[in-house]
């Protein structure tokens, strides 16, 4: 007992600071027994992030566009022109303002109502308005 009176006239604490040093030690006291409880006596339930799964997705699409820069695809202004009936959803994909999803919807109208005879067909599919038409169509052709 005699220490901690000792330590009590050395550091003359007043009744809040002892409450407060008190607080502190007993939070780092319920700190450690809760890390030593989840490092000793529970299982990781939840898995690792990792980004693999988005890299290869981003070198695939990399890949994709890579190949479809390299065909002969392009007009004498070297702009992409793709044919809406007979296009690939990669190559629907290089259509601006044009996304997975959008190519989907092009695809899925183009199986189910046939070929597409001219611009007015494409407002059909959900998604594309007047603005997103006004940009694809100097890059499309229907035939």
């Known amino acids: 007992m005699k220490f901690f009176e000792r330590l009590q006239d050395f550091l003359a604490l007043t009744k809040n600071e002892k409450k407060v040093l008190f607080f502190l030690s ?7 027994g809760i890390d030593f409880y989840k490092t000793n006596f529970t299982q990781d339930k939840f898995p690792t992030f990792t980004d693999e799964k988005y890299d290869s997705i981003f070198t695939s699409r990399s890949k994709t566009f890579s190949k479809l820069s390299e065909k002969n695809l392009t007009d004498d202004s070297n ?3 793709i044919n809406i009936n007979t296009a690939t959803k990669e190559e629907l994909i290089l259509l601006p ?4 999803e ?6 899925i109208f183009r199986k189910e109502e046939g ?3 001219d611009a007015k067909d494409l407002k059909k599919i959900k998604g594309i308005g007047d603005k997103k038409l006004a940009k694809m169509i100097p890059r499309i052709k229907f035939k």
Do not use: P
């Open 97 to 100: 303002g044009v996304g997975e």
């Open 26 to 32: 007993i939070t780092l006291v319920v700190g450690i």
């Open 115 to 117: 070929l597409f005879k």
């Open 79 to 81: 702009r992409t022109i």
């Open 102 to 107: 959008t190519a989907d919807r092009i695809l």
